[in-house]
C-alpha cells in the first residue's frame, strides 16, 4: 500500500478537530465545506491547524465556483475537491479557478497563503504550483464524459461519489443495484486508464472495504470522517463497560 494516500474528513469547525486528525498519521486531512456548518473564517483556521503538524489541508468546496475556490485557495488550502464536474468543460472551469494566469484565471489576493502580502512572488512561483485539483465523479454523465474529465491538464486525480451517482440513476444509495454496480465499475475501469489518483471515500473505517479498494486500484482513500470516529468509539467503549 506504499502508493496508496489515506487521508480522512473533517466536518466540525473546531481547530482542535484538525490538529488530533492530522497527528493521528493520515497523509492528508480533508475539510467538507459542502456538507458542514464549516464557514471560511473556521476553515482557515482548520487548514492552519492542519499544515501545522506538516500534513496538506484540502477543501471539499460547496461548488465549483470560481469565488469559493479563490478564497479558499488565499486561506492556504493546499488541494481543492470540487464536486459534482460531470464534463471535460467543468473540469477546465475548475482547473482556471486554482491556477493563476497564464494557466488559469485565478485573481490575485494577498492574504494567508500569500504570507499576507510579504511572500506573494515565492507562493506564486512555487506553493501555487504544487496545489491538488480534485474533481469529484457522482454523476452517471461524469461517468460517461470520464476520459474527457481525466484528460484534462491541471486535473490531478477524481473521486467517486457513490450515493450521488446512485441517486442520479434514480436509486439513491441502492448500490447493488445492477446499473450502479455497472457505473461504478466503468468508473474504476476508466479511472486505471490514467497516472492520476483514484479516490474513494471509506465512510466506516472497515479494513477489509480498504483492501478491496486498494485491490481494486484506488490510490487515494479517504477512510472516515471525525464525527464518525467519534461517535462509534464511544459506542463501542459504552458496550464494553455495561
Partial sequence: MNNVRFGTWITLGHPSIGEIMAEAGFDWVCIDMEHSAIDYAEAQ????AIQSKGKPAYVRV??????IIKRVLDAGADGIITPMVCS????KKAVEAVKYPPEGKRGVGLAR?????????????KKAKEIKLVVL????????????????EGVDGSFIGPYDLSGSLGKPGEYNEPDVQDA???YEKVAR????????HVVWPDPQTVREKVDKGYTFIALCFDTAFLGQKCRETLRQVR
Fill in 62 to 67: 460547496g461548488e465549483n465556483n470560481a469565488r
Fill in 137 to 152: 465523479i457522482e454523476h452517471i454523465e461524469a461517468i460517461r464524459n470520464l476520459r474527457e474529465i481525466l484528460a484534462v
Fill in 88 to 91: 471535460a468543460e467543468d473540469a
Fill in 113 to 125: 497563503a500569500q504570507g499576507y502580502g510579504f511572500s506573494f512572488d515565492e507562493y506564486k512561483s
Fill in 184 to 186: 461504478m465499475a466503468q
Fill in 193 to 200: 486508464e490514467f497516472d492520476k489518483w483514484m479516490g474513494s
Fill in 45 to 48: 483556521l482548520l487548514i492552519a
